[in-house]
């Protein structure tokens, strides 16, 4: 097959070609503080000036290693909280950085009523230390990979999660209902005829290199591709279509609206695929991803693939396929009663 013309499938706005070392355009108004210099950081959070209100400190973590996950879906919350009025401060690690992030976490609890973390490194001893120093812990999970402080709140917006957590002693709100999703994405497809334009992403790291394996089957298809890659992508892509680094979240709600097939890794992307009402191949690359993805399969919303069976998979979604994936994606409802569910965490 004759292969794509090296010319852009879309015409891109000048904005989505603007690259950046960080998500900037997306940042939440309250400080995101760069864990790593442990000297520059405040050891007093200044009163909100609602006084009955809670002082809420958010941890999260980011990197080559774990992705922007957790960052992105931090930002989102920490905006949430202020629009509640709640004094916030965000604390923000690179995985890079060589001291613990446990260690770096426990001076930052001074005056803080509620501390919320989202991390897979933080062990349970550590997180039950860090639960004595603070009112309240709420810890922001995927598939609880371990036991939880008793008392402490699990915040899970995942699709069928609560069963994971029926041993923990404490408030647990898990399921799509308090999902921590972005509005940004929220919009109608209008579904094409035949799949011609293709966007293709695997989150902030790719760790794995997916983007290059399947850039290469891509290349023997004839399809006009565009290629997103995210800030701690360190691989060399070797590739003619179209590339795009780093770019904010209405860039990317933007391309999906105007291409008629995605193939994204699980986690936040596929979210935010559904949302976009995009139809969607997800390749699930980490093993915490096989639940979500599995559920998601299931229920026709998108549909679970590999490297091994992809170019078979592209040419059998004809258009009632697609426009059935797109209606049941407009079905779904994300993070309902999250706003309420935090209401009563800060109360509590």
């Known amino acids: 097959m004759p292969k794509p013309s090296k010319k852009s499938f879309l015409k891109i706005p000048k904005h989505c070609r603007k690259s950046s070392s960080q998500f900037s355009e997306i940042r939440p108004k309250s400080p ?13 959070h200044p009163k909100s000036q609602n006084s009955s209100a809670p002082n809420v400190g958010v941890f999260c973590q980011s990197g080559a290693r774990v992705g922007m996950g957790h960052f992105s ?15 916030v401060e965000f604390y923000h690690y690179d995985d890079s950085a060589k001291m613990p992030l446990a260690e770096g976490i426990l001076p930052l609890l001074e005056g803080l009523d ?5 991390s897979y490194e933080i062990s349970s001893s550590q997180f039950l230390e860090i639960a004595h120093r603070v009112r309240r812990l709420m810890i922001i999970d995927d598939v609880a ?7 402490s709140v699990i ?9 994971l957590y029926a041993g923990h002693l404490g408030p647990v ?48 298809l004839e399809y006009d591709v565009i290629i997103v890659l995210g800030a701690h992508y360190v691989h060399h892509l070797s590739t003619h279509f179209e590339v795009l680094r780093n770019i904010d979240a209405k860039k990317l709600a933007w391309l999906f609206a105007e291409v008629d097939l995605a193939i994204v890794s699980g986690g936040r992307m596929v979210n935010e695929a559904i949302l976009s009402q995009v139809p969607t191949l997800v390749l699930p690359i980490a093993k915490n991803q096989e639940h979500q993805v599995g559920i998601y399969d299931a229920m026709h919303l998108v549909q679970k693939t590999s490297l091994e069976d992809l170019a078979q998979k592209i040419p ?9 994936m797109a209606r049941n994606c407009a079905r779904m409802q994300f993070g309902s009663r999250l706003k309420d569910c935090l209401l009563e965490i800060l109360r509590g």
């Open 155 to 163: 915040l899970n917006g995942g699709i069928h999660t609560k069963e």
């Open 316 to 324: 059998l979604l004809d258009f009632a396929t697609r426009e059935a």
């Open 73 to 87: 879906r931090c930002v989102l919350l920490v905006d949430l909280l202020k629009s509640l009025g709640v004094c």
């Open 173 to 220: 709100y898990a399921g799509l209902e308090y999902m921590i999703y972005d509005k940004t994405f929220c919009q109608n497809k209008i579904i094409a005829p035949k799949i011609q334009r293709i966007l293709l992403c695997f989150g902030g790291s790719d760790e794995g290199n997916y983007t290059q394996r399947v850039t290469k089957i891509l290349e023997k």
């Open 145 to 151: 990979r371990i036991s939880f402080p008793p008392g």
């Open 32 to 44: 995101i503080i760069a864990m790593p210099a442990w000297e520059n950081l405040p050891r007093s």
């Open 114 to 118: 509620v501390a919320i973390i989202d």
